[in-house]
């Protein structure tokens, strides 16, 4: 997206008006004249200088504005501003002067701006700024070819420590890691095979809303590598709540985080 200091300085002008209450007027076209132009077209507008000779004299700080065949003058009352375009620079009559309050330089506005001979592009970084982007800031060493086949995938700092790569990141679980589910009926208790080769983590719950037996499930290790032994337990009575294996069957849902 290129910038265009036409905007730029239209947006200066309202933020000072907005801040100070500036009453902008419109823009002239000279503040350094001391003799009116002997051709002047309809509407331009003049700043007149101490000085001013011909139907300018005794003038001075007023704006001369050439409307059918004659010239008009307004005298300037404290806080308007008004855009000199040979100069490109605001001026505030304060009063007793008229100030300068912003400017865009005429290389810039005529270099920088669109089609510019030195056009800034902001969607094209350039030189030191987007060397330093890719070479300070990213640094991306596994930066894929294209988005195909790249689905889940993160940012993490690499092992070194000094720079930000992609990484595999599998339904949030750490990369080098693997997850397992099942839904599993047990009596009492049950050796499931995970699928894993190594057990790391894993969590377990009853399907069902908790029954008036009062049943809960615990996980145990197995002498199996990549198993886990769910057991499914309830009260002895309702008076005692020393937990015994469950005899009614309860359909329990794990998951499981290995390798």
Known sequence: MAVDFHIITDLIRKIIAQEVTIDWVDSVLDKDLTTPPANPSQGDRYLIPSGATGKWANKENQIAEYYRERWRFTISTKGCATYVEDEGLNYLWNGTNWVKISAVPTNHKTTHQ????????????????????????????????????????????????????????????????????????????????????TVVVAVACLKDDIALDGA??????????????????????????TPIAATVAKTVRWIAVGT
Not at 152 to 180: C, M, P, Q, W
Not at 232 to 238: D, I, Q, Y
């Open 114 to 197: 669109v089609g510019g001979a030195d056009e800034i592009n902001v969607g094209n970084l350039s030189g030191e700024l987007a060397d330093k982007q890719k070479s300070d800031f990213l640094k991306l060493t596994d930066t894929p070819a294209s988005y195909t086949g790249q689905a889940r995938k993160g940012i993490g700092i690499n092992t070194t420590e000094d720079a930000l790569e992609f990484i595999n990141i599998i339904l949030g679980v750490a990369e080098g890691y693997k997850l397992a589910r099942g839904e599993t009926s047990v009596t009492g208790s049950a050796d499931i095979a995970t699928g894993l080769g």
């Open 216 to 241: 809960w499930v615990s996980i145990a290790d197995s002498a199996t590598a990549g198993n886990i032994i769910l057991r499914v337990w309830k009260p002895t009575s309702a008076t005692d709540c």
